[in-house]
Antibody, heavy 124, light 107 residues
Framework: EVQLVESGGGLVQPGGSLGLSCAAS????????MDWVRQTPGKGLEWVGR??????????EYAASVRDRFTISRDDSKNSLYLQMNSLKTDDTAVYYC???????????????WGQGALVTVSS | DIQLTQSPSFLSASIGDRVTITCRAS??????LAWYQQIPGKAPKLLIY???TLQSGVPSRFSGSGSGTEFTLTISSLQPEDFATYYC?????????FGGGTKVEIK
């Protein structure tokens, strides 16, 4: 059974930093691209970024709103995905989901499994 | 960035109703469109990808169609477990973007 479990959420002051982790199990983690997606309270979904697999040299893509502040990384030996968030703003307050990208074939580069989410609150 | 506009943003329907949700893209995205269902307090669930391909395990009452800039999600006969919010997402180009959502409530 595919499982994704986020951890590391919490309260942080504006300008601060926070790191999220996502532990993956039930599939060959190293084969898959992985995404981070966030959802502001009571609002819609925003794609945060993506990290590709080793075969694609772990390249990353980011939303403009987080580029240069957030960094996505992974450790295939630990089946883990990470999101390092710096220079946090109140607008970054959201539930952060990690998600597995179904396939590297472009027609299937969609998120087929999601974690339960981790709440990040940026407030003074 | 590619903007996705969903309509309606809210709809009220009865069990057994046929429901159609539309997603319009600000530029052509071929068929690189997915639909997700989100029940309150839960993570989104993939329903359809490549505009019309049903994800494994998703009931056949869900269907998708469209290409280019206009897409639809249809629920042929609404069931109690279908009351949720539905989002479209384009994966034609980065940044990936979502529509604003359509909340389906019980009439």
């Amino acid at each position: 059974e595919v499982q994704l479990v986020e951890s590391g959420g919490g309260l942080v002051q504006p300008g601060g930093s926070l790191g999220l982790s996502c532990a993956a199990s039930g599939f060959t983690f190293s084969d898959h691209y992985m995404d981070w997606v966030r959802q502001t309270p009571g609002k819609g979904l925003e794609w945060v970024g993506r990290i590709r697999n080793k075969a694609n040299i772990y390249t990353t893509e980011y939303a403009a709103s987080v580029r240069d502040r957030f960094t996505i990384s992974r450790d295939d030996s630990k089946n883990s995905l990470y999101l390092q968030m710096n220079s946090l703003k109140t607008d970054d307050t959201a539930v952060y989901y990690c998600a597995r990208v179904a396939d590297t074939i472009w027609s299937r580069t969609v998120d087929d499994y999601w974690g339960q989410g981790a709440l990040v609150t940026v407030s003074s | 960035d590619i903007q996705l506009t969903q309509s309606p943003s809210f709809l009220s329907a009865s069990i057994g109703d046929r429901v159609t949700i539309t997603c319009r893209a600000s530029q052509g995205i071929s068929n690189y469109l997915a639909w997700y269902q989100q029940i309150p307090g839960k993570a989104p669930k993939l329903l359809i990808y490549a505009a019309s391909t049903l994800q494994s395990g998703v009931p056949s009452r869900f269907s998708g169609s469209g290409s280019g800039t206009e897409f639809t999600l249809t629920i042929s006969s609404l069931q109690p477990e279908d009351f949720a919010t539905y989002y479209c997402q384009q994966h034609n180009d980065y940044p990936l973007t979502f529509g604003g959502g359509t909340k389906v409530e019980i009439k």
